[in-house]
């Protein structure tokens, strides 16, 4: 395999496309060498397969908001691989998304459903519409105005999305009740569903609550402790919120939670009352978290600042791509962190990930430490398919399963010889070589 060869010619058909390139520039440094240990997948342009999704959707959405005017979204779905089971991913709506930022996510979500070891392919998909400013009522109309293009391309065989930035509960009832009404069925069709209509319990907390337990056996094979441990913690959502209930339910502290207009630093830590009012603040819907320290006079708001200044000895993103830079793995690294966790997908970035493994710094990628959400969604098509449901201590019990096996297979394929596992590498091997196998016991297709 030659990784330049690769890169320029993805570069040459996808300019511009930076988030989905370093996604991928990133998994072809991690296997080369195994890839290159493989003469039968060169054969069979099996990478260059690989790092093309299978396809993509994209279509416009037009909705008429609550003044009679007609608005026009740009919608996507971008089916990346179904070679070990069917499509899935989530849905984003955010002004941010674009498609090198759903290839990328879609990329990344092919392997992480791989780590999970259950029968799920990669997709990703979403639309540059933001729910945040807009009512219920247009919210409503503008997810049936989506569904209305794309429930074609779905099904519990085929591609089952689920929820993601600015998809929760609400805006998957919608979708999930638009594609029932055109498709005469009710199948397992979204994730993250209600709990009245097919979801799973636990399901919001799940990628904040495997975080945590992928955290807690990467400290345990160091032979330490999470218990009193101090954590950094970035974003104030649903994953934020998993992360810090998880992380303070195993005894340790989490002094910060953080939003795009700064950081909130509480050394008294973030728990009880604290972490249910950062539901309220995401609730509100203005995006800021600095009503915390009103609320709390202990705590210390840091405008325009992130959270990674502060002396922790675990630091967990949470919040989103690229928000963990160079400056900020070299502050941490200063204070002594001791682990560092991705639990936002491509939470870190090259330069930052580079820093954490030349010191030796125990650091996992997303598509390992993240992967209870998806986990546990596929939990939820488990429990559709059988038209069963299962107690919160039975799904948080396989859960903790999942991430211990996840675990264990970035043990195995990234520990290097002098003791120091890499993680990345790990993730990376023990996700392509399922996908990989998969593929060729398929064929050319």
């Known amino acids: 395999m030659n990784i330049n060869q690769i890169m320029s010619s993805l570069e040459a058909k996808h300019p511009g496309e930076v988030e989905y390139l370093q996604a991928v520039k990133e998994v072809l440094i991690s296997i080369e060498e195994i890839y290159n240990q493989h003469p039968e997948f060169e054969k069979v342009s099996l990478i260059e397969r690989l790092v093309e999704p299978d396809r993509i959707i994209t279509f416009r959405v037009p909705w008429v908001d609550d003044k009679g005017k007609v608005q026009v979204n740009l919608g996507y779905r971008v089916q990346f691989n179904n070679a070990i089971g069917p499509y899935k991913g ?45 009512s219920e009522a247009e919210i409503m109309r503008f997810c049936q105005a989506f569904m209305l293009e794309l429930w074609h ?20 009832g919608y979708m999930f009740g638009m594609y029932k009404k055109l498709t005469h069925e009710f199948t397992g069709t979204f994730t993250g569903k209600g709990l009245e209509y097919g979801g799973s319990l636990i399901r919001p907390e799940a990628t904040g609550f495997g975080g945590l337990y992928f955290v807690k056996h990467m400290l345990d094979a160091k032979g330490i402790g999470i218990k009193g441990k101090t954590v950094a913690i970035s974003g104030f959502g649903n994953v934020a919120w998993g992360a810090a209930t998880k992380a303070t339910q195993l005894g340790a502290k989490v002094v910060t939670i953080s939003g795009p ?50 002396k922790v000895d675990i630091a967990l993103p949470c919040a989103t791509q690229n928000e963990l830079n160079g400056e900020d793995a070299e502050n941490l690294i200063k204070n002594s962190v001791l682990c560092v966790g991705e639990i936002s997908n491509m939470g870190c970035t090259p330069e930052a990930i580079d820093a954490f493994i030349e010191h030796k710094i125990m650091y996992a990628p997303g598509k390992a430490v993240n992967a209870g959400g998806v986990a546990t969604s596929g939990l939820e098509m488990s429990q559709n398919a ?15 399963e999942i ?37 060729m016991a398929q064929g050319i297709v």
């Open 90 to 134: 989530g849905i984003r709506f955010h002004a941010s998304v674009n498609l090198s930022i759903l290839k990328f996510l879609g990329f990344e979500q092919t392997f992480k459903n791989a780590l999970t070891t259950l029968p799920m392919g990669g997709a990703k998909g979403g639309s540059d519409f933001s729910p945040r400013g807009k």
């Open 153 to 172: 391309h779905l099904g519990p065989d085929m591609d089952v999305p689920a929820g993601d930035i600015g998809v929760g509960g609400r805006e998957v």
């Open 261 to 310: 207009d700064g950081y909130i630093y509480d050394p008294d830590g973030i728990s009880g009352e604290k972490i249910d009012y950062m539901l309220e603040l995401r609730a509100s819907g203005n995006d800021i978290v600095a009503p915390y320290a009103e609320k709390f006079p202990k705590a210390t708001f840091i405008e325009g600042r992130r959270p990674w200044e502060v």
């Open 386 to 400: 059988m038209h069963m449901s299962w107690s919160a201590q039975e799904v948080d019990n396989k859960l903790h």
């Open 403 to 439: 991430m211990h096996n996840i675990h264990e297979q970035c043990v195995k394929y990234g520990t290097e010889p002098d003791g120091y596992v890499n993680y990345v590498k790990g993730a990376n091997i023990a996700g392509f070589m399922k996908v990989a196998h998969a593929m």
